[in-house]
């Protein structure tokens, strides 16, 4: 066997190891998840603030970011960690409040407490773009 083997890394291998690792840490945010964007706003109905409604952003691909509204309507995105956002692009959002039952019968039928429409992807009309840089103010009127 001619020449010397080591197992000490190269310099281009160490070098190759630091490409790969800037590529993926910036396409993936650093925590092995692609990066996402903050995603904050406020939702009302007739006028007033949208308590306790669950909020769905849904991109054409990836996976969806969720939210509930506090008593002033406002709510904040999450993806993969508390708090983290939505993926950049465009989402199909929806929206859904339930009433509480009438009765106490086990199984009472269950009431939107807003239009149907905002609740399934195929009727709900809101659609929102998320910027790379997030959007931290949005307003969501929802409408009879």
Known sequence: MSGRQTNFPTK?????????????????????YPKTAPVKGVITYKGKPLADANVSFIPSG???????????????????VQGDGALPGEHHVLVQKFTQPASDELYAEVKTAIPKKYSEIKTSPLRESISKEGNVDLRIELLD
């Open 12 to 32: 281009w291998n160490i070098l190759g190891s630091v490409a790969l690792l800037a590529f993926v840490t910036g396409c993936f945010g650093g925590n092995g």
């Open 62 to 80: 990836g996976r969806p970011a969720s939210g509930t509204t506090n008593s002033n309507g406002e709510f904040e995105l999450t993806t993969f």
